[in-house]
């Protein structure tokens, strides 16, 4: 991804001083007017004891970052030394810890004391590791939004580098779909969680400078205690096109199954490109099956491909949608989800819907409230349930599944480079 901000602020990976947050976004950071007075929240500083409040849900703030500028020292205190037992998932990145700090001043407390965060910890030797380093803090440091999950601080010392957020107490989203014992999800839940996730993204496409998140995927939403939904892992944003471009021509990286064709073929990446992996994301949510499964027979790894032609008809949709939703869900709902993906995933990025306009129909569709057939609802409850005793907070393969950083293992990545 380059500088962390550009060509005024570097950060040198053999220099043992962390940059002051002044450098980080040094020329970076602006008020966005707009933006302020569409939400109504005036300005909002950022604050090393996390203090700032976001009262604008639906477009959240740009903000003057003032992050809390960790030594390495603290951050093994805050991890028990990076105890194993305190991992909670591994990526592309890095590994990611749980730690416990002070409220107020984020001090490495004891276990239980405080609030649990979660530390990514780069791969000291990865020349990847810094360049998503130096993305994150560009990004999170400088947008405030309820459904972008929140960077606290970070470390950069001795070729270490770490960046320190908010605890996410339900994990991913993706853990809950695909991990075996992982707690089900509603339909009105699923909803909840599509609607926070178009929020966040409409939040990147509209904001001073337009972000194109790159690599939308489950594994990227995170779940705090309420099923909120908040965007996590910017290490492959990238600011869109300008100058009145319609895209931006960057090396191909993200996540097969996700990505956007013309993007895959191309190179060239359009905010629309994100709207693709956006109707990925809820095609996974109303089917509870992976984007990508090479296990699955030949004909069904690709979901779009096996998928696709079952969303314009009733009675194929029916046979498709997650068994353990148990049939509790408005057909007509779902029958308009299924219409919204199509639009999503059209092979034109000008066909797609916007985020905005996507975020609008997910309100609408939210409202159905068509209860179920009775027949149907009858045999749903009746059906026997599967008690797996698996916790829904330790999966069986990697990923952070109560934390930041989960990536999808190796063999579903498009590329390394930013």
Not at 68 to 91: C, D, I, S, V, W
Request: net charge positive; charged share 25%.
């Amino acid at each position: 991804m380059g500088n962390c901000c550009g060509a005024q602020a570097n950060v040198n990976p053999a220099s043992s001083k962390p940059p002051s947050p002044a450098e980080l976004s040094k020329n970076n950071i602006k008020q966005d007017k707009s933006i302020k007075e569409r939400s109504g929240s005036g300005s909002a500083n950022g604050s090393s004891n996390g203090s700032e409040k976001t009262e604008a849900a639906e477009t959240g703030t740009i903000i003057t970052p003032d992050l809390k500028m960790f030594t390495f020292a603290e951050l093994k205190r805050a991890t028990r030394n990076f105890m194993p037992r305190t991992m909670l998932g591994e990526g592309g990145f890095g590994r990611v810890f749980k730690g416990w700090v002070d409220e107020k001043t984020y001090a490495p407390t004891k276990v239980c004391v405080g609030i649990p965060v979660a530390v990514k910890k780069s791969n000291p030797e990865s020349e990847q590791g810094l360049k998503e380093w130096q993305s994150e803090v560009k990004f999170l440091g400088k947008f405030s939004h309820p459904n972008l999950v929140k960077l606290l601080g970070y470390c950069c010392e001795d070729k270490q580098f770490l960046l320190v957020y908010e605890y996410m107490h339900k994990g991913s989203l993706e853990n809950h779909l695909f991990t075996l014992g992982a707690e089900s999800l509603t339909w009105e839940i699923r909803l909840k969680i599509a609607i926070g996730a178009a929020r966040g993204l409409a939040f990147l496409h509209t904001s001073e400078k337009t972000v194109i998140y790159r690599d939308f995927k489950s594994s990227n939403i995170l779940l705090d205690g309420d099923y909120n939904a908040k965007l996590s892992d910017f290490g492959f944003a990238k600011l869109g096109p300008s100058d009145g471009d319609s895209h931006v021509t960057t090396q191909i990286v993200g996540t097969y199954g996700y990505a956007a064709p013309e993007y895959i073929a191309t190179g060239h990446l359009y905010v629309k490109s994100d709207v693709y992996g956006f109707g990925v994301v809820l095609l996974e949510m109303l089917t509870g099956k992976q984007a990508l499964d090479i296990n699955r027979p030949a004909g069904q790894q690709n979901l779009v491909e096996w998928t696709k032609p079952s969303l314009p008809n009733k009675r194929k949709l029916k046979k498709i949608m997650d068994p353990r939703l148990r049939d509790l869900y408005p057909l007509k709902a779902a029958t308009q989800v299924a219409e919204l993906i199509l639009n999503c995933l059209e092979s034109d990025p000008k066909k797609r819907p916007s985020m905005e306009e996507v975020l609008e129909t997910l309100k609408r569709i939210n409202e159905i409230k068509e209860k179920p057939n009775r027949k149907e609802a009858k045999a749903a409850t009746t059906r026997p349930q599967l008690h797996h005793h698996r916790s829904p907070y330790r999966p069986k393969h990697g990923g952070a599944s109560a934390g930041i950083g989960a990536r999808t293992p190796p063999h579903g990545r498009t590329g390394r480079k930013g």
